[in-house]
């Protein structure tokens, strides 16, 4: 499957994006889903994993009620919808895929990466 990310741009703090991961080649629903972001200067990190039906979800504790995952199995897209966005949202963020049923915040568990989408937050 090929992963591509879009909707990144820059936005003022207090904000919103919504962030898309489209696939291609495959049918997204046989994937759990996360979203990993990087910044400069810094290790990728996890933001959020969705289940393969979309009923189960997981946050990092840094964007936890601010940041929802969602997914549209019949469009083939997960998005990240981000809300209240701070300064130290500023990063890379990538969407990822994984065979399997189990929700995971490593990033090497995941085998599919799409190549990232910017995200800047002005203060």
């Known amino acids: 499957v090929q992963l591509q990310a879009s909707g990144g741009g820059l936005v003022q703090a207090g904000g919103s994006l919504r962030l898309s991961c489209a696939a291609s080649g495959r049918t997204l629903s046989r994937y759990v889903v996360a979203w990993f972001r990087q910044a400069p200067g810094k290790e990728r990190e996890f933001v959020a994993t969705i289940s393969l039906s979309g009923g189960s979800t997981n946050y990092a504790d840094s964007v936890k009620g601010r940041f929802t995952i969602s997914r549209d199995n019949a469009k083939n897209t997960v998005d990240l919808q981000m809300n209240s966005l701070k300064p130290e949202d500023t990063a890379v963020y990538y969407c990822?895929?994984?065979?399997?049923?189990?929700?995971?915040?490593?990033?090497?568990?995941?085998?599919?990466w799409g190549q990232g989408t910017e995200v800047t937050v002005s203060s």
């Open positions: 990822a895929g994984k065979i399997g049923w189990s929700l995971d915040w490593r990033l090497n568990q995941y085998d599919y």
